[in-house]
């Protein structure tokens, strides 16, 4: 059978059906064309990618080994919800002579004498009627010790902020895969200590060590992700490869259902990276790493394995490395050298899009987790509000990726944060209109929904906007301001004892500012990566170099010049 009898339309077929499939052709031919130039012009810059693909069933071993890191990232991270929630609690020590057997009293108790004079407490006795132990009962964090509870919280953010940079100074020098490796082996043994040690601030030492191990292992696995992952495949897969966080989220409440007692809850979240470390000792370092340091004959191992798993024949590995050499100086050029943190503020629409960005990660890390932590303080069962505010995550980040692709990063980012906002404010609603609690409960997941779609888009849009030159500063710059709006947001989740409307006031209005900020950042839907900061700046005066009808063409072929016997 020929190809022209192949492609020969059937004869019942209605003429504007062959008009349509004729223009659907020219489109296609039109779309390979542009998609064959484009490809071999980014084989020419990235000869490593093109060795082994953009995603194969190497990068896909990888990516997942990587992203289960995600499941115990999300019960250290979280587990404050059930490690330290809200408990009734009266005093029992001392207690006034003619104490009434029905009178509780909190934090002071009536003096002797009638001068209306007070003393404070001195132990108090606990409702276990939910949880039999906590770090609030073990160790009195109530009246003036309260807000120790959030300092728990805040330090353990201050240690992700802490691991995140010396996990990247560690993997800039010694590797990728080494803060993986140790960073595990330290979430280990810090997260075992913390339920084993009878003091407080040995506690709070050994939660900060695990948090650094946390930051260090997240940060990593991000790099490393990137580095091996090319073309549009690294859209959709860094947006999705938050599930395993929103997963482990989900089991922490069925875990902290099954066990009340938060030492055996904290023993049950650590002991499985003992599972962590068995595949990620498996996972190789980055050949990008290995190349960039000299240590060429690792990388070709490395590079041999990825191309052999994902079937393309690579003829002559002299080639491929005198072209990563060329691809490096070419990277490495003076002004890359000289840019550094001022260079984030030196122009106009750099200082733009470096603030508003600010603005957005800031936004993000302050109400993701600060409603994590209120949906545990809200009227209702604190394991099912905790179930379903790591279940709306999932769809969150499916909406992402999708949105993403189809609507850019600006619209996504914007309408993720109006929502949030919304949602936040008509929470203040609920007691003015004397509604049931499951609104509040319903909303806050909405806000929760909503923080899951824009958290992945500020990771992706940051990586784009900064240009090559400053890439690492701003993208690391801007986590560490999550960082510091997330070390907040326990202090704002429990300002419902001052006032029910202050917190969702805050989770409110924050994210709209940030989020109609967005309006003040270009689009970088179908643009190159920008590699000088001079791009960026001339970008509102540029098209953009891509449209819908010259989109890439299909990813993942082999370059012809390393896969062909030479002469």
């Not at 470096?354 to 209702?380: D, E, I, P, R, S």
Request: proline share 6%.
């Amino acid at each position: 059978m020929t190809k022209a009898q192949i492609y020969q339309p059937l004869k019942n077929e209605r003429p504007q059906h062959k008009k349509a499939s004729s223009i659907k052709h020219k489109r296609s031919r039109r779309r390979r064309k542009v998609g064959l130039a484009d490809r071999r012009a980014s084989l020419k810059a990235d000869a490593l990618q093109s060795t082994i693909g953009d995603f194969g069933r190497w990068q896909m071993g990888i990516a997942l080994a990587v992203a289960m890191s995600g499941l115990p990232g999300a019960w250290f991270k979280i587990g404050i919800v059930f490690l330290a929630p809200p408990v009734d609690f009266w005093c029992t020590s001392p207690l006034p002579a003619d104490h009434n057997a029905t009178a509780r009293y909190k934090c002071t108790v009536p003096g002797p004498g009638e001068d209306g004079a007070t003393v404070p407490c001195e132990s108090w006795e606990y409702d276990r009627s939910v949880f039999t132990e906590t770090i609030i009962t073990e160790w009195d964090l109530v009246c003036h010790r309260a807000q120790l509870a959030n300092v728990v919280q805040m330090l353990f953010m201050f240690g992700f902020l802490v691991g995140c940079t010396v996990g990247g100074v560690v993997a800039d020098k010694y590797g990728r895969k080494p803060p993986l490796l140790w960073g595990s082996v330290l979430m280990l043994l810090a997260g075992v200590g913390c339920a084993l040690v009878p003091w407080f601030c040995a506690y709070l030492a050994l939660r900060f060590l695990s948090a650094v191990a946390v930051g260090a292992i997240t940060v990593t696995g991000f790099v490393l992700t990137i580095e091996i992952i090319g073309g549009r495949w690294r859209t959709p897969v860094n947006a999705l490869s938050g599930l395993p966080f929103s997963v482990g989220h989900c089991m922490l409440a069925g875990l902290a259902y099954l066990m009340r007692d938060w030492h055996h809850l904290q023993l049950a979240v650590s002991i499985p990276v003992v599972l962590q470390l068995s595949y990620v000792w498996l996972v190789p370092e980055s050949p990008r790493w290995l190349i960039a340091v000299g240590r060429e004959h690792e990388a070709v191992e490395v590079l041999k394995k990825g191309a052999s798993a994902n079937r393309i024949p690579v003829a002559d590995w002299d080639k491929v490395l005198a072209a990563c050499r060329e691809g490096q100086q070419k990277g490495g050029d003076e002004q890359e050298q000289s840019a550094g943190f001022l260079a984030l503020f030196r122009t106009p629409v750099m200082r733009r899009c470096t603030l508003v960005m600010y603005a957005n990660w800031a936004a993000c890390g302050l109400v993701f987790y600060g409603l994590v932590q209120y949906m545990g303080q809200v009227a209702g069962n604190i394991f099912l509000n905790g179930f379903l505010s790591g279940v709306l995550e999932m769809p969150g980040m499916v909406i992402c990726c999708v949105s993403l692709i189809r609507w850019g990063r600006r619209k996504t980012l914007l309408a993720a944060q109006v929502c949030t906002g919304v949602s936040c404010l008509s929470i203040m609603l609920v007691p003015l209109l004397g509604l049931p609690d499951w609104v509040t409960v319903a909303l806050a997941s909405c806000g929760v929904t909503g923080m899951s779609v824009a958290f992945p888009c500020v990771y992706i849009y940051a990586a784009e906007l900064f240009p090559t030159v400053v890439r690492n500063i701003g993208v690391g710059s801007a986590s560490t301001i999550a960082r510091v709006g997330s070390m907040m947001a326990p202090f704002v989740a429990t300002l419902n004892s001052v006032s029910l409307c202050l917190p969702p006031l805050f989770f409110g209005l924050v994210p709209l500012a940030a989020g109609l900020l967005v309006y003040m950042l270009p689009e970088t839907l179908h643009r190159e990566l920008p590699d000088t900061i001079a791009e960026v700046e001339n970008w509102e005066n540029s098209a953009v170099m891509k449209t819908k009808d010259n989109a890439p063409a299909v990813v993942g072929e082999e370059n012809p010049t390393f896969t062909t016997e030479s002469s």
